[in-house]
């Protein structure tokens, strides 16, 4: 899974949307015009209902530290049972306030449910920041779940019996029957890489135009099984405790929280250790200054490894230093070991009050 962390989040338009220098949020009329998608959630008065391009980069790159190490690249979750929080999730948080996360996907699944304001994901790989800026750029190019995922597994978009009512488990199962396509993987990758540098602006070294273009390729090569077990079909087509299909490709509906959001620039990915001396506490900083609160904190099973590194009562002082309430929630991954469920170790997802677990941690 993960280890210390890394990364804020930022935001994604398809097949037809692959042109050099398409409009970005710079440009109000061209967005209206090709039906940019709507907010989803009213901010924190101080908090901007869009970032530019300037500043979203200068608070990813102002907000990082250095580059860490983990013993794997983790480009997809292993915790297939991550949504059984969801219900109860919803219950304790409120839209609107700010959602921070760690590592690859299933954040958006957390976002789409939280509905947030802005979003920042932490990861303590560098790797996870340009995964989280190629998931930016496919987001803003795709038009709605089916071109998404044809961007982001490199395979031509399905006959026309996909559309906006179908389920998560008819789009996968539709891809699952169409070939990989070199020539779409080299057109999106060079879309990925405009959108990002001339669309945007990003400053983005060479270092993390390769990153970018080795996480995408380990998409296009190796499908739905970047890992293995479980697969990418099979974290989207999980459900939540009740049975119910709540991924954020459940429904055009859940995609779009997403999508409003990286089009916003405010999913924004940041290379930070939880135990560090930098990066949460410059969020809270910011946080603070503009009168937000956190709603959700998603830590994966990150804790165990800073317990490991006697790090833990670091973090608990960082986490201390940002705007809490009493509905501000961690999440958090529990290894309930080997032989628990279908796919090896199991990880159990449960909810935990922020500011409870914390309180004496502010010194």
């Known amino acids: 899974m993960m280890r210390r962390m890394l990364i ?41 209902a869009q970032l530019t391009d300037r500043d979203f980069s ?27 929080v969801l219900t109860d999730l919803v219950r304790r948080t409120r839209p609107g306030d700010v959602y921070l996360g760690v590592g690859p996907e299933q954040n958006y699944t957390y976002i789409a449910a939280v509905k947030p304001a802005m979003a920042v994901i932490f990861d303590i790989r560098r790797g996870n920041l340009q995964l989280q800026l ?25 006959g026309p019996g996909l559309g906006p009512k179908s389920t998560v488990v008819d789009i996968f199962s539709a891809f699952a029957r169409a070939p990989k396509s070199e020539a779409l993987y080299t057109q999106t990758l060079k879309a990925i890489t405009n959108r990002l540098t001339k669309t945007h602006g990003l400053p983005l ?23 293995a077990s479980p697969t990418y079909e099979d974290l989207m087509t999980e459900t939540d ?3 119910a299909f709540k991924s954020y490709l459940a429904s055009e509906e859940r995609f779009a929280v997403v999508k409003s959001l990286e089009f916003r620039n405010l999913v924004i990915p940041v290379v930070g250790d939880f135990g560090g001396p930098k990066s949460i506490r410059a969020v809270g900083a910011y946080l603070k200054a503009h009168g937000a ?30 705007p809490l309430d009493m509905s501000s929630t961690f999440i958090r991954s529990t290894n309930r070991g080997r032989g628990f469920g279908p796919f090896g170790p199991g990880f159990v997802s449960r909810l935990g009050a922020m500011a409870e677990e914390t309180k004496n941690c502010g010194a």
Request: with cysteine; charged share 20%.
């Open 58 to 84: 200068k608070m990813s790159t102002e907000w990082s530290e250095p580059n860490g190490f983990f013993r794997s690249d983790n480009l997809t979750s292993n915790e297939l049972l991550f949504q059984h």
């Open 205 to 227: 070294p060479a270092e993390d135009l390769d990153g970018i273009e080795y996480v995408y390729h380990a998409f296009y090569w190796s499908g739905f099984a970047v890992r």
């Open 134 to 158: 190629m998931y930016k750029a496919l987001f803003e190019m795709a038009a709605d779940r089916v071109e998404f995922v044809s961007l982001l597994f490199a395979r031509p978009r399905p």
């Open 8 to 48: 804020l989040l930022v935001l994604l338009t398809g097949a037809a949307g692959l042109g050099v220098g398409g409009p970005g949020p710079r440009d109000p009329r061209a967005a209206a015009a090709r039906g940019s998608p709507p907010r989803v959630a009213t901010p924190a008065p101080g908090l901007p």
């Open 293 to 322: 609160t956190v709603s959700t904190f998603y830590l994966s099973n990150v804790e165990q490894y800073l317990e490991q590194d006697n790090k833990w009562q670091l973090f608990c002082g960082n986490v201390a230093a940002l």
């Open 241 to 243: 405790e009740a049975g």
